[in-house]
Nanobody, 117 residues
Framework: VQVAESGGALVQPGGSLRLTCAASGSDFSIETMSWYRQAPGNERELVGQITRTGFTDYATSVKGRFTISRDDAKKMAYLQMNSLKPEDTAVYSC????????????WGQGTQVTVSA
């Protein structure tokens, strides 16, 4: 399974951005799709995730501003980010857990999000 993120960009504070995570391969079923981010000098942190049943949970720092959704037919997940702040600047990566048939997971390369005036 391969994972690719897209949609990163430079955006002004208060702006919005939508990131896309696309999983590809053969004969696999996706379980959970998670978004992580890592800012320079910081450890990678979990932004939020969505399970196969549609359950979502988010980091406290993004709750109410970010929304995760998924399209199982397209094997994609989305991270809608609103009211962006400079502290949201980071490389955002997608992690996809799946069965094929055994349980495994794959990471994407990440996409840069920069929030600056």
């Amino acid at each position: 399974v391969q994972v690719a993120e897209s949609g990163g960009a430079l955006v002004q504070p208060g702006g919005s951005l939508r990131l896309t995570c696309a999983a590809s391969g053969s004969d696999f079923s996706i379980e959970t799709m998670s978004w992580y981010r890592q800012a320079p000098g910081n450890e990678r942190e979990l932004v939020g995730q969505i399970t196969r049943t549609g359950f979502t949970d988010y980091a406290t720092s993004v709750k109410g501003r970010f929304t995760i959704s998924r399209d199982d037919a397209k094997k994609m997940a989305y991270l809608q980010m609103n009211s962006l702040k400079p502290e949201d600047t980071a490389v955002y990566s997608c992690r996809v857990s799946y069965y094929s048939p055994r349980y495994d997971y794959a990471w994407g390369q990440g996409t840069q999000v920069t929030v600056s005036a």
